[in-house]
């Protein structure tokens, strides 16, 4: 079984930065893929960025490219999510998680673990 807790989350303003955690605990393999995913009121959840764990590939949605960055310390179980030039759009409930599976996925069906989600507001 898989534990991941969210944290980082915040009120920041357009333009301003924020670095989301997701720490692992339990038994995380060097088989597993991690995601990042967000819900905002009214909308479905929708894929942000995801990281191999083992071999750092990544992958981001269109609307995140080049302002966000995933990244994983593997001695710490730590997964991030790096966010700059934040939008007003950004703002919603970020989640972290688990895929039992080592090629990436942007399906949130497709994770087995989740986190509780941490919110992140960009006022305009």
């Known amino acids: 079984q898989v534990q991941l807790v969210e944290s980082g989350g915040g009120l920041v303003q357009a333009g301003g930065s924020l670095r989301l955690s997701c720490a692992a605990s339990?038994?995380?393999?060097?088989?597993?893929?991690m995601g990042w995913f967000r819900q905002a009121p009214g909308k479905e959840r929708e894929f942000v960025a995801a990281?191999?764990?083992?071999?750092?590939?990544?992958y981001y949605a269109d609307y995140v490219k080049g302002r966000f960055t995933v990244s994983r310390d593997n001695a710490q179980n730590t997964v991030y999510l790096q966010m700059n030039s934040l939008k007003p759009e950004d703002t919603a409930v970020y989640y972290c998680?688990?895929?039992?599976?080592?090629?990436?996925?942007?399906?949130?069906?497709?994770?087995?673990?989740w986190g509780q989600g941490t919110q992140v507001t960009v006022s305009s």
């Open positions: 998680a688990a895929r039992r599976i080592i090629v990436v996925s942007t399906l949130a069906h497709e994770y087995d673990y």
């Open positions: 339990g038994r995380i393999f060097s088989s597993y893929s």
């Open positions: 990281i191999g764990w083992s071999d750092r590939s990544t």
